[in-house]
C-alpha cells in the first residue's frame, strides 16, 4: 500500500491550491483517505477525510467551507481543493488510508508529504 502526496506549493493568502494523493498497488476507492497535516513546532492533525464506499466526508472546523476532499477512481487518486489559503495553512500535507477515516495515532507509514507555504 503506496500513496504519494504532490502539489504543495508557495501561494499568496486568498489563494488556491490542489493537493493530489496518487495510490499505486490498490484501489483507492476501496480505502477511506484522510488528509493530514503539520507546521513547524506543531502536532501533526487531521484536516479531511473521505470514506470508501459511500463517500462522506469530514473536516476540520479549521478548514469547513474553504477546502473540499474528492476522489477520481479512475486516476486512483484522491484530491484536497484548498481554497481562500491562509498563512495558518502553511505545513507539510500527508495523506494516509486505512478501512476507516485514519486518525494520527493509527497511521504508522507516512509518506514524505507535500509542502504548503503561504505567503505575500
Known amino acids: 500500500v503506496m500513496v504519494v502526496e504532490s502539489g504543495g506549493d508557495l501561494v499568496q493568502p486568498g489563494g488556491s491550491l490542489r493537493l493530489s494523493c496518487a495510490a499505486s498497488?490498490?484501489?483507492?476507492?476501496?480505502?477511506?483517505t484522510g488528509w493530514f497535516r503539520q507546521a513547524p513546532g506543531k502536532e501533526r492533525e487531521g484536516v479531511s477525510c473521505?470514506?470508501?464506499?459511500?463517500?462522506?466526508?469530514w473536516y476540520a472546523d479549521s478548514v469547513k467551507g474553504r477546502f473540499t476532499i474528492s476522489r477520481d477512481n479512475a486516476k486512483n487518486t484522491v484530491f484536497l481543493q484548498m481554497n481562500s489559503l491562509k498563512p495558518e495553512d502553511a505545513a507539510i500535507y500527508y495523506c494516509?488510508?486505512?478501512?476507516?477515516?485514519?486518525?494520527?495515532?493509527?497511521?504508522?507509514?507516512w509518506g514524505q508529504g507535500t509542502q504548503v507555504t503561504v505567503s505575500s
Open positions: 494516509a488510508v486505512d478501512y476507516t477515516c485514519p486518525v494520527v495515532a493509527t497511521v504508522t507509514n
Open positions: 498497488g490498490f484501489n483507492i476507492v476501496d480505502y477511506a
Open positions: 473521505i470514506t470508501s464506499t459511500r463517500g462522506n466526508t
